[in-house]
Antibody
Framework: QVQLVESGGGVVQPGGSLRLSCTAS????????MYWVRQAPGKGLEWVAF????????YYADSVKGRFTVSSDNSNNTLYLEMNSLTVEDTAVYYCAKDGRPYAGNGYWFFDLWGRGSLVTVSS | QSALTQPPSVSGSPGQSVTISCTGSSSDVGSYDRVSWYQQPPGTAPKLMIY???TRPSGVPDRFSGSKSGNTASLTISGLQAEDEADYYC??????????FGGGTKLTVL
């Protein structure tokens, strides 16, 4: 079954760190661009990060640049999002999503598969 | 990174058609055909409905169609059904390897 499953969310204090994981099944993660998208409670969607197939290039939204790092481990077909210096504005459900076609040089930028999301709450 | 502009809400009766607009700029919608639309019922993950402005993934009913003119993209849903009630988001590739979403539109089927 083709699916993405996020994990690692939880409650963290402002200034803290957290690492999210996204395990892919039913397809080989390393030939697809992969994305992180978040949604604050009651709000809209916000693109967070992109990692190119084979992890060659990585791009970030200005709101997380310098604090978040996207990576992948192809040996266990898992995508990660390392989040540091968290603020209350980072509170959101974080989704991982798969690019719509493989081998996109810098991404096709549409998401044909989403995980169910992982809630990150930043609160003191 | 300002969001694309969508109407907060639209509504229609079963069988009618509704159109949701998505207005950007020459840095995103106006310059690239990488516009997508997502459907998100409450409490669920988004689902891809349209990509590359007007292409429907397999399994999406042909009642859903996309178009673009200048800096504005549109999603039209014809023959409205109760199951179409959800939030809809547009997205567009923006220059310098970024993506921007619209603020979302709540579709109510009366």
């Amino acid at each position: 079954q083709v699916q993405l499953v996020e994990s690692g969310g939880g409650v963290v204090q402002p200034g803290g760190s957290l690492r999210l994981s996204c395990t892919a099944s039913g397809f080989t993660l390393d030939i697809y661009g992969m994305y992180w998208v978040r949604q604050a409670p009651g709000k809209g969607l916000e693109w967070v990060a992109f990692i190119r197939y084979y992890g060659v290039n990585k791009y970030y939204a200005d709101s997380v640049k310098g604090r978040f790092t996207v990576s992948s481990d192809n040996s266990n077909n898992t995508l990660y999002l390392e989040m540091n210096s968290l603020t209350v504005e980072d509170t959101a459900v974080y989704y991982c999503a798969k690019d719509g076609r493989p081998y996109a040089g810098n991404g096709y930028w549409f998401f044909d598969l989403w995980g169910r999301g992982s809630l990150v709450t930043v609160s003191s | 990174q300002s969001a694309l502009t969508q109407p907060p809400s639209v509504s229609g009766s079963p069988g009618q058609s509704v159109t949701i607009s998505c207005t950007g700029s020459s840095s995103d919608v106006g310059s690239y055909d990488r516009v997508s639309w997502y459907q998100q019922p409450p409490g669920t993950a988004p689902k891809l409905m349209i990509y590359d402005v007007r292409t429907r993934p397999s399994g999406v009913p042909d009642r859903f169609s996309g178009s673009k003119s200048g800096n504005t993209a549109s999603l039209t849903i014809s023959g409205l059904q109760a199951e179409d009630e959800a939030d809809y988001y547009c997205s567009s590739y923006r220059s310098l390897n970024t993506l921007v979403f619209g603020g979302g539109t709540k579709l109510t089927v009366l």
